[in-house]
């Protein structure tokens, strides 16, 4: 079983009330090898939400208590992202998770990039919160970004491999 950000699947997740959503990944939903989450949801914050940025640092720095999360107007979210990365861990043992696909530049669900915190959409090399413990936790995660259909059908195992790929 794989690990979707829920919005990526076009669930309405997203903190303006909308979906990310991603026509390959939509694709091969209907396989039922996927778990939709969305970590910020699964943290108890409300959608739609207030956008949030890590601020001056990366989730591998917030599991560490060296940074914050933060929403437009400054509140401080760090706990609902850490509760909701938990929340994702139980799922990872509940349904033996294999890896993980996730939406790029998310303060969870980054992979490759992250918001800096300064809200103006500056980028900077690392992961959101989520993932970042997926990450240590040895579970492989991907971005939607770049996803190749081989890839993809590559993750849902072999028998649907094997179907896709005659
Ligand atoms: S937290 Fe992740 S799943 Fe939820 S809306 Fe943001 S990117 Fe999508």
Not at 29 to 51: D, K, M, N, W
């Amino acid at each position: 079983m794989i690990i979707v950000s829920a919005c990526l699947l076009g669930l309405n997740a997203k903190y303006d009330g909308k979906s990310n959503a991603h026509a390959l990944i939509q694709k091969y939903s209907s396989v039922g090898r996927f778990i939709p989450v969305c970590p910020e949801q699964l943290g108890g914050l409300p959608t739609p939400r207030a956008p949030v940025e890590i601020i001056g640092g990366t989730g591998q720095q917030v599991l560490l208590g060296r940074c914050v999360a933060q929403g437009l107007q400054g509140e401080v979210v760090t706990p609902q992202l850490i509760q909701g990365a938990t929340e994702v861990m139980k799922m990872v043992k509940m349904f033996k998770i294999t890896a993980a696909i996730l939406k790029e530049r998310s303060p969870s669900c980054g992979v490759h990039h992250i918001y800096d915190g300064s809200f103006t959409h500056k980028l900077v090399p690392g992961q959101g919160v989520t993932a970042a413990l997926l990450k240590e936790s040895n579970i492989p995660i991907y971005s939607e970004e770049g996803l190749t259909e081989e890839q993809l059908v590559g993750l849902l195992g072999e028998d649907v491999n094997a179907k896709f790929t005659k």
